[in-house]
């Protein structure tokens, strides 16, 4: 269906796009590369008179090595954060979800933004960000503040955002020493699918291998990309054998609270929940031991 | 609010006044007529809108116009420089990387944009590249051919102009894998789809679908849709004809909009023209429809339960057709037998989904003649229906059929954009373009049957079969459409495989509130032919005999009678099972695979072509006369042709009508007619897309183009010859039995020195004779099939036989199936074009593959769609394709034009089973239920371990005496 009509006004600072925000909300929505918007808006699951479009802003897009960590601008493409050269070592993880997410063209469109603040479950990137403690920039024109990123998503297609407000960029802290991360997930292709469930978790070890930090956050199975705090709790200080691995993926199994809808059921998503726990959780220290 | 951009398009600069919500997909196809980028779904699904930016691909139906001026865009018109096509466009062509094409243009540029910054992938960088664009034709298996190759076509390289890589020295008639004709065209992106024609004055329709699976229309109030400005037309039920329409002369239970009642969501109730897509979308959302509602049917098993609501009065039981095929006598044959077993099976409705939506465009002349540009199979179906629905003669009526993208059967019958784009062009006097969105054609359907099967199986103690019993449910939904030949088809191809002695089937076509079904590649036989290859394996493990032998054992000999009366000519069955059993050294790897990896057989076969038409002896009229006579013969020639030889003697044109939709049926038929000729394919040119130009071709559906219409052209071509001959016997001095042609020579049997140029003979001809023109024409064999009811559905000169081999692995943990690698050997008779053979097969089984394992429309209780989009509905991407090996073994049908069969839907018949077995091999539990899904792997091996579980637990209880 077409795009009924519609104003696009193209912001050239962060300023003028919260300003253009705060004048046509609710009228209004963000547009960074548009591949939910626009089909959002062919659907008709919503429809608003104007768009503020974020492409002109130039220092929203690229990832950055600042001295705590990593900076990823909201307008990243997937792609190009996939290609960063500063996605390496300890964060390697994150192109688990960037390569296979999607499609190749939605890559070079979609961004990092996007993909967080749209708060869509089965988004790919907020889980192993959050795993990886990540944290949300979030800027107005009349000023900025940062959250956890698990605290931006507060259910489906909902965060924290102010009507004026927008994401300028997430912050990965720089992993410490003995650290591994991994996203495993599951789609019904081999490429081009949706998650029907995803696991990240990121895993920092003591020198006897035992489990100094742990984080455990699903994808798909909950309203919002959810961390089994339960998970850390249970794993600390323990040495990650078969059935601290089976316990962990126990918890996240109850942590998940699916929907049963066309790519599965609720059973099989839980059971898709344990196994992944258990796969990523070896993927992740795989990738402390080299 | 339009405002003006500029945009730097294949390097030129562009100036146009768009509106803001406007896609780049939208703004190249319908402000700059750039039509080689192709919407197939308008929604980042499929990757046929492709464009790059900046050298990067992205999907232009989800960028914004307003958001990319400035930017620099290519598109597939850009990349051929001053007619030469690029090294990689090149090997698309030679390489046989496109069939219907629609894919193509996103393709190529995916592609372009790989090898740009990484001139040698390797085989995963290919796929990772091209995982974006869908593919429903080639099975991606040339596609990749092409990538992997285009280093051999960098400049200089051969391949300049497509049809004429073989060098004049090489023949490029029958045999030669040639390019397809059409291929250049293709990849360049100047084919044109029926979506890519504007005509003058063009306004654009849509249709209204009913937002209800079951209802009484009460009321329709459209003053509020006419008073839109810019609508041109409104027609509901009370505007259009009382006359019902539909495929099958008995059953025509279609009306042209609903008038007193909706049986699926999204049958049609209301059309609007208007000046563009969009203002007629407004419009659809201006009518008011109130309904009352009735009890929806969804489930086939309900709907024919005593007391279920009729969704059509004179179907009772919802049941529109059954049949009741019985030879032999199956209840004493099993009692007889060694080892019975019964099974039941579930199939799924699949949908085609062609990359190519169906559109049509219709214009009326003033003097009461309609052209109607369609998306078409069937274009003298669409032509005779068009007649019944129009009331107007035949005549009078100019069908165009242009590049199609794909049909597989969802384009084999007439439909409400045709019929509607007629109507609202007669109302607003201006030509009417219709397209159906991804999710209109979903709401359209004539997908595969859902069918519910039992099927019993009588063996001796050798595995021979003594009976088989089959009683099968075909969820049809809503029209009868094709169904009352898929119920027959149902039944009557299941003995033509393997030799059975006893037969029966009880075939039911039932009607439920979901989109009607109709005719898909292999027509009403993939589902059964797959319970029935499940329930031969599963015996063969109960019997302990490999799988392929007991096939061997059963299988179809040559010149036989079956029971239910096919003629079955040449039959090479046993050699395609010998021949893949070799080639995937079944032997070594059959039960000695690790668990969680699995090799699996399943077999199939097809007619060439259906011995009878829907319309017997009525093509000429434009209304139903009334029931005829049955005889046994056609009444008419199913294929014509006429090939007319230019003055100068250097070109042939071919003009038949046959539907060319991606198959490749225009190059065969070339290829063919130019074999009669005795020249080179590439002097040939065709003519199949105008009804006003060229003859009756009944069209591609019952995989019989090669086979009818190859007889039509190289009889056409015969013709031709037959006439130069004496022509060329005085320029030589022989008599004119003693001329032969070949590759634009005319020369004297056994002394091929002497010769002349066939041009030079052809000049002589049109010099002295006037106008050089050959006709032929292909009726099937008279009395074909038996004297049952029933009997005329599977006859045919013809059948294919085909046997494949899957290997697979699967997860254990999630049920997640990789499908590894196809072995298949078909008996296709002699191939015209082996490439176009492989590539149908490859396709094939990618298809198939899907739809074994990820592949079905799904339903709510309420009758709406739950995946009616190519995110919801998925089929194999490139990564999901195994690597396939197809081969063909040797074969010649004496029936057939230079001894050809059919491959086109014989190909998909083999793998529903293939795969299915290669699961149960994998994983230790049969899974009876398409689609194969990941969950119901995991649901069934849990199930088992149960069940073994509890054996054990029961084998360790002490015995206690009963
Ligand atoms: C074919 C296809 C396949 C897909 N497959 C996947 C997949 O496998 N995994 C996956 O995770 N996603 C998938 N997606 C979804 C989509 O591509 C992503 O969610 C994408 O990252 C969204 O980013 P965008 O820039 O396109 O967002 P937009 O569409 O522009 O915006 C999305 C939402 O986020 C808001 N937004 C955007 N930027 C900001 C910001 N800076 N601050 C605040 N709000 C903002 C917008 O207002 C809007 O509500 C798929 C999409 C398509 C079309
Ligand atoms: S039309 Fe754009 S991806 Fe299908
Ligand atoms: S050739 Fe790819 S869709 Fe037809």
Known sequence: MHISSIEVHKAATLDEASALMGRFAPDVRLLAGGTDVLVDLKTARFSVGHLVALGAIKNLRGVTEEREGLRIGALTTIAELGRSPLIAGAYDALRDATSRMATPQVRNAATVGGNVAGAVPCADLPPILIAMNATALLVSDKGERTVLLEDLVVGPRQTILRDNELLAAVNVPRPPARFGAAYARFGLREANAIAVAGVAVALVLNDDRTVRSARIALCAVAPVPKLVKAASRLLVGRVLDESACAQAAALAMAAAEPIADLRGSAEYRCELVGTLTRRALAAAQQRIGR | ?962
């Open chain 2, 1 to 962: 609010m339009f405002t003006a951009r500029n945009f730097t398009i294949n390097g030129q600069k562009y100036d146009v006044a768009i509106e803001d919500g406007e896609t780049l997909l939208d703004v190249l196809r319908d402000r700059l007529h750039l039509t080689g980028t192709k919407k197939g779904c308008d929604s980042g699904d499929c990757g046929a809108c492709t464009v790059l930016i900046d050298g990067e691909p992205l999907n232009s139906c989800l960028l914004l116009a307003s958001t990319v001026d400035g930017r620099s865009i290519t598109t597939i018109e850009g990349l051929a420089q001053n007619g030469e096509l690029t090294p990689l466009q090149k090997s698309f062509v030679a390489e046989g990387g496109l069939q219907c094409g629609y894919c193509t243009p996103g393709m190529v540029l995916s592609a372009t944009a790989l090898l740009e910054r990484n001139p040698d992938p390797s085989t995963e960088e290919i796929k990772d590249a091209l995982a974006g664009n869908l593919c429903r034709c080639t099975g991606y298996t040339g596609i990749m051919r092409s990538v992997e190759r285009c280093k051999n076509y960098l400049e200089g390289g051969q391949c300049a102009k497509p049809h004429e890589t073989a060098s004049p020295a090489e023949h490029s008639g029958v045999g030669a894998s040639i390019p397809r004709i059409d291929a250049a065209d293709k990849v360049t992106g100047r084919a044109l789809y029926t979506a890519d024609i504007s005509l003058p004055n063009m306004a654009h329709g849509k249709i209204l679908g009913s937002s209800i699976a079951h209802g009484l229309l009460k009321r329709i109030d459209v003053s509020k849709a006419k008073a839109l400005p810019g609508v041109l037309a409104v027609l509901t039920g009370a505007d259009v004809t009382d006359t019902k329409y539909g495929v099958s002369p008995a059953r025509y239970d279609e009306d042209v909009l609903a008038k007193d009642k909706v049986r699926h969501i999204g049958d049609p109730v209301a059309a609007v023209a208007a000046v563009d897509e969009k203002t007629a979308e407004r419009a659809l959302k201006l009518i008011e429809v109130e309904y009352e509602r009735l009890p929806v049917l969804t489930d086939a098993m309900e709907a024919i339960k005593e007391g279920a609501p009729l969704i059509h009065e004179k179907y009772k039981r919802n049941i529109c057709t059954s049949v009741d095929y019985n030879f032999g006598d199956v209840d004493a044959a099993f009692k007889e037998s060694h080892y019975v077993r019964e099974e039941t099976f579930t199939g799924n409705n699949v949908f085609q989904s062609p990359l190519e939506p169906h559109a049509s465009i219709a214009a009326w002349n003033h003097d009461g003649n309609l052209t109607l540009y369609t998306s078409t199979q069937v274009p003298p179906y669409v032509q005779y229906m068009m007649a019944h629905v129009l009331h107007i003669p035949l005549g009078k009526i100019r069908v165009i059929r242009p590049a199609v993208g794909g049909g597989f059967g969802t384009k084999a019958a007439t439909t409400p954009l045709d019929i509607c784009s007629a109507l609202l062009s007669r109302a607003c006097g201006r030509p009417v373009k219709m397209v159906y969105s991804r999710e209109e054609m979903f709401h359209y359907g004539r997908g595969r049957h859902k069918q519910h099967m039992k099927f019993k199986l009588g063996l001796d103690r050798e595995g021979r079969i003594k009976a088989v019993k089959s009683e099968v449910y075909l969820d049809g939904g809503a029209y009868t459409s094709f169904g009352v030949a898929t119920a027959y088809y149902a039944g009557s191809m299941i003995p033509t495989l393997y030799k059975m002695p006893n037969y029966r089937y009880d075939g039911y076509r039932v009607m439920t509130n979901k989109p009607a079904c109709g005719a898909m590649r292999g027509h009403g036989v993939p589902q059964p032919r797959f319970a029935f290859e499940c329930l031969l394996s599963m015996a063969a493990d109960d019997l302990g005999i490999d799988p392929i032998e007991i096939r061997r054992r059963n299988a179809m000999t040559p010149n036989t009678m079956t029971l239910n009366d096919l003629d079955i000519g040449s039959c090479e069955f046993s050699a395609t099972l010998d021949a893949v059993a070799e080639k995937s050294s079944w032997k070594e790897k059959f039960g000695k695979l690790p668990k969680g990896k699995g090799i699996g057989i399943g077999c199939g076969g097809f007619v060439s072509g259906a011995g009878y038409c829907i319309y017997r002896g009525q093509v000429q009229l434009s209304h139903e006369k009334g029931r005829e006579q049955f005889q046994k013969k056609a009444i008419f020639p199913h294929a014509n042709a006429v090939v007319r030889v230019s003055e100068d003697g250097e070109a042939a044109v071919l003009m038949i009508g046959a539907a060319e939709i991606g198959q490749g049926s225009d190059t065969v038929l070339v290829q063919m007619c130019a074999e009669s000729l005795g020249i080179p394919a590439s002097h040939m040119r065709m003519q199949s897309a105008d009804s006003e130009v060229s003859p009756l071709d009944l069209g591609a559906y019952s995989s019989r183009v090669t086979f009818m219409a190859g007889h039509a052209v190289s009889r056409a071509g015969a013709m031709v010859l037959e006439k130069m001959k004496p022509y060329a016997a005085a320029m030589l001095g022989c008599a004119a039995s003693e001329v032969q042609a070949r590759d634009g020579k005319m020369f004297v049997h056994g002394d091929a020195s002497r010769n002349v140029l066939w041009a030079e003979v052809a000049r002589q001809c049109f010099n002295d004779d006037g106008p050089l023109v050959g006709t032929g024409w292909y009726k099937p064999p008279e009395g074909l099939g038996g004297d049952y009811k029933g009997a005329t559905v599977g006859t045919s000169p013809a059948y294919s036989f085909g046997s494949s081999v899957c290997e697979l692995s699967v997860d254990l943990e999630t049920g997640k199936v990789k499908i590894e690698q196809f072995t298949d050997y078909h008996d296709c008779g002699t191939p015209i074009n082996p490439q176009g053979v492989h590539g149908q097969v490859e396709g094939a089984i990618v298809m198939g593959a899907g739809e074994t394992t990820m592949e079905g429309v799904e339903f709510g209780e309420d009758g709406h769609l739950v995946n009616p989009n190519l995110h919801g509905y998925l089929i194999m991407t490139i990564k999901d394709a195994p690597e396939i090996f197809s081969g063909v073994v040797d074969s010649y049908e004496p029936r057939g034009p230079f001894g050809a069969k059919e491959i086109g839907e014989g190909s998909t018949l083999p793998v529903l089973g293939a795969v299915a077995h290669a699961i149960a091999n994998a994983t230790g539990v049969w899974i009876k239920d398409l689609p194969i899904t990941p969950e119901k792997i995991v649901n069934a091996i849990r199930q088992k371990k149960a069940a073994d579980a509890a054996r054990r637990e029961r084998r360790d209880e002490p015995v206690t005496a009963k």
